[in-house]
């Protein structure tokens, strides 16, 4: 059982609840499908803009178990509105630099 955290856009909070990334972390699709099967240890958001929080959270779902560290697809891909975050890339390279080459860093969640 692989552990596994997610952030989500905090913009997105009042949209989305987040079932499409708990539906397919537990069925272990779309991106969950290398880690299968997963255990969500946290579902976080990224704190809002710009996103900085977003990495100390990161540590914290490690801290908390976490193996591999999901950006929901409403960061990235911009669901469920078609807005994907200005400031993806940054968050993602601040996570990545944050907790090292060992905990994997994905930037998606589901199509
Ligand atoms: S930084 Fe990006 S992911 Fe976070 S609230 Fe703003 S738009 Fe959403």
Do not use: N
């Amino acid at each position: 059982m692989k552990k596994i955290g997610i952030i989500r856009c905090q913009q997105t909070e009042d949209l989305c609840p987040g079932t499409t990334d708990f539906k397919c972390a537990q069925a272990g699709t779309f991106a969950f499908e290398p880690f299968a099967p997963c255990e969500i240890v946290g579902f976080v958001s990224c704190g809002g803009c710009p996103g900085k929080r977003a990495v100390a959270r990161a540590k914290m779902l490690v801290d908390r178990g976490a193996e591999a560290v999901f950006l929901a697809s409403c960061i990235r891909k911009g669901k469920p509105i078609d807005m994907p975050c200005p400031h993806a890339d940054a968050m993602k390279a601040a996570i990545e630099k944050k907790l090292g080459e060992a905990v994997p860093v994905i930037d998606w969640t589901h199509a």
